[in-house]
């Protein structure tokens, strides 16, 4: 989607924060120049996207996602709750402009919902580790979805 809007140098400056904030939950340091790199990227990126693309709600409560995952890494950022990063997933995923058919689910709403429980269970089995590989298989599930609607 971000290289359809003409958006992928500042997305990819988004994607290596949330990289870092994923390595620092599995022990590595927080890359904290990577991480304002990021924050300002991600800043009115939402914006950017142009109105007359499909997934334009989408892609803008997934620039909200991002700015809770980052506010949550910063320890200055202490106002900010997890819950609103769930909250603004759910919204995101309901702003999919189409049916999804990810994994069973037709709605990428479904498939968010499903996401959690599963996030819940492997975080209480196998802690952060298990959740990271379960993120990434969940990531490519999203990949596909968006490689369906923008064709």
């Not at 927080?30 to 009115?44: I, Q």
């Not at 949550?72 to 995923?93: F, K, N, R, T």
């Not at 990810?102 to 196998?126: P, T």
């Amino acid at each position: 989607m971000a290289d359809r809007a003409g958006l992928s140098d500042r997305c990819g400056l988004v994607v290596a924060g949330l990289e870092t904030i994923a390595a620092s939950l599995e022990g590595q340091e927080l890359d904290k120049g990577a991480l304002g790199a990021a924050f300002s990227a991600n800043w009115n990126l939402g914006a950017a996207y142009p109105a007359e693309l499909a997934g334009r709600a989408f892609f803008t409560a997934w620039t909200r996602v991002v700015f809770v995952a980052i506010g949550l890494a910063l320890p200055s950022q202490q106002q900010i709750a997890a819950g609103q990063g769930l909250d603004c997933a759910l919204e995101a995923a309901a702003a999919w402009p189409s049916d999804a058919h990810v994994d069973s689910s037709v709605r990428l709403v479904d498939f968010e919902l499903a996401c959690r429980q599963k996030a819940e269970d492997e975080l209480r089995r196998g802690g952060p580790p298990a959740l990271r590989t379960l993120t990434q298989m969940q990531i490519e599930q999203y990949g596909r979805a968006a490689e369906l609607l923008v064709g």
